[in-house]
Nanobody, 116 residues
Framework: VQLQASGGGLVQAGGSLRLSCAASGSIFSINRMGWYRQAPGKQRELVATITKNNSTNYADSVKGRFTISRDNAKNTVYLQMNSLKPEDTAVYYC???????????WGQGTEVTVSS
């Protein structure tokens, strides 16, 4: 499975963006999908994850502002980002994990820049 992230761009503080992570194959067998981000000079950090059962988890810094969702029919995971802040500026990566085979898939990053 290959993951293709898109939807990044430049937005003013308070604005919104929706990131998409499209898989080349079915994501039905992928147990957990997630979004991670890496700001310049910082380590990659978890933003949000969603399981096959649609159980979600968010970093404290994005709770109430970001929403992760998955559409198995379209093999796509989304990250709706609202009320964006300059500190959300980073390269965002999508990740898929298949627990039974111990596989981890990473997509290429999509850059998000939030101006103040």
């Amino acid at each position: 499975v290959q993951l293709q992230a898109s939807g990044g761009g430049l937005v003013q503080a308070g604005g919104s963006l929706r990131l998409s992570c499209a898989a080349s194959g079915s994501i039905f067998s992928i147990n957990r999908m997630g979004w991670y981000r890496q700001a310049p000079g910082k380590q990659r950090e978890l933003v949000a994850t969603i399981t096959k059962n649609n159980s979600t988890n968010y970093a404290d810094s994005v709770k109430g502002r970001f929403t992760i969702s998955r559409d198995n029919a379209k093999n796509t995971v989304y990250l709706q980002m609202n009320s964006l802040k300059p500190e959300d500026t980073a390269v965002y990566y999508c990740k898929g994990e298949r627990f039974d085979w111990g596989l981890v898939y990473w997509g290429q990053g999509t850059e998000v820049t939030v101006s103040s």
